[in-house]
């Protein structure tokens, strides 16, 4: 009965195939919507994440906020690393300077950081070298640059011994670094150049030589271990006070940008099951439609013997799969959208159909078909035979 | 196997009654191929309503097979229309975006019968009606006589106990209403109840028995 059900509801649409696409239309569009929002925020979300995990979820951010007329200096550093369950630790700071060369020139975010920042924050050595102990210890003028930033700047990548000016100053190019796809990078404009510590404390006025940031990586893969290890640290160096530091895991930071992803990525679910649902009650106006047009025939089937619940499900699975096939179409709809958006962003994101969105999809449009069907089903079925058979 | 007795219908519209069976009485036995004449409005269509189950009586008393046809849910009835009854109508009221074979096919969907089983009953009724080499077309692609012969197939399809034509051949040109008629006779040969409703007195004097139907009151006509 059912699969003779589907038989018949395939021989109706078909029979018009105009209007069964124009009834469709509504729920395509509420599918594409549903499907091609979700999938783009996912996807959006996931790329931030990995950019997150790019900057490594292996690594622990450290602010010092309040010393306590205490500040932390740089030779106290060594001391953290100590610890078995810590692998690396970097102090940073940054200034903003303008970068030249000839006459190329542009703003720059200048970071000062020691030799173990390369290897928390998994930079990769292209030519020459990162900054070493020496440089530190000597506040010597040598900069790091990024490939791209180099390219840039100078036109080619290969600047190691090359002269640039920060803010006026001569800086050595000792190394160039491959592309970091951080979020910082790609938050902010500008140059990101690496320099000595202590030099970049010279650099300016505002930055003393007392550290408030530093990196910290694991010894092994367990940031909470390594976590709990700083954090205890940290409370004898700064006489208990919880208040003095802050640790910022960057692990939990890709959690709660998952949950955002997440949280927005129900937003436009919601917005775009709004449409779905204004299809729905464009399948309704059809089916009801299609029931008064079809009233002889009812007639006709209940003559030879068609009960009410036959009717019933005959109509509620046209409508159902009306829908369903809409369903279908606005997937291989969205999938092109998304291939093509894919395309057009090119390395800058990776566009994928979101797996969760098509079985959302799928659902809703199975309760859409069966909860908007009903009322016209209902009405088919109820239809007295004689009165209908006159129609 | 059918008995009406003092079987009345009365419709009212705007306040006036029109009553449409006024007493109507009738015993018609297994076999029987009987005509019902009389002329238009005179209460013959509510009267095969009736008979066929899609209607229910006012008052008085419908006998089916020995099974008294009274307050019967909806469903209750449809299941005796697709087991029982086998209906023609003047229009023929075929499917019209079914094959002929899909046509006949459907009281025996109805009836939950196996895809086997119905390819069976479905080929061995079309070579009945002789309509063997039209199985998949259209009504459309189809005469009205190869039209009614396919609703003939229809009503034959579920086995029934009972023949209902309503005005079987008032679509069809006098030609090809007698072949309608010799199709009739040829199935009450084999042992069907026929009931057919006309106003055509050439058509009902073919008929062994004939029922005359006026004022919504039924008499013998010798
Ligand atoms: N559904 C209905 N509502 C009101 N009056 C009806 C209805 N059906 C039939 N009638 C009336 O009942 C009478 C008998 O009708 P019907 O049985 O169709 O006659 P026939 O088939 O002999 O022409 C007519 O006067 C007709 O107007
Ligand atoms: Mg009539």
Redesign the pocket.
Known sequence: MLWQCIKMAMKAIASNRLRAFLTMLGIIVGVVALVVLVSFVTSAGDAVTDQVEGLGTDLIRVSIIDDGGRPLQLDELPAFTAHADIGAVAPTNQISATARFGHESGQASVVGTTFSYAGISNLELLSGRFLQTADVTNSTHVAVIAESDAEELFGTSHVVGAELALDGRPFLVVGVIADQESLTSLLMPGYTIYVPYTTAVRMSDNLASAVTTIMVSASGTDMHAAETAIDEMLLNRFRRDADAFEIFNQALMGEALGQITHMLAMLMGGVAFISLLVGGIGIMNIMMVTVTERTKEIGVRKAIGAGRWSIMLQFLIEALVICLIGCLIGVIFSLGIIEVASIVAGDLMDFHLSPGAVSVAMVFSIFIGLGFGLYPANQAAKKKP??AL?Y | MITLDQVTKV???GGEE?R?LDGASLHIAQGEFVAII????????????IMGCLDTADSGIYELDGQRIERYSENELARIRNRKIGFIFQSFNLLSRMSAEENVELPLIYQRLSGRERKQRVAEMLALVELSDRKSHKPTELSGGQQQRVAIARALAAKPSLLLA?EPTGNLDSRTGKEIMALFHRLHAEGNTIVI?T?DQNVADQAPRRIR?LD?RVQEVA
């Open positions: 004689i009165e006159r | 419709y009212s519209i029109v449409a009389g002329p238009s409005g005179s209460g013959k269509s509510t009267l095969m309503n309503d409703i106003h139907i919504g």
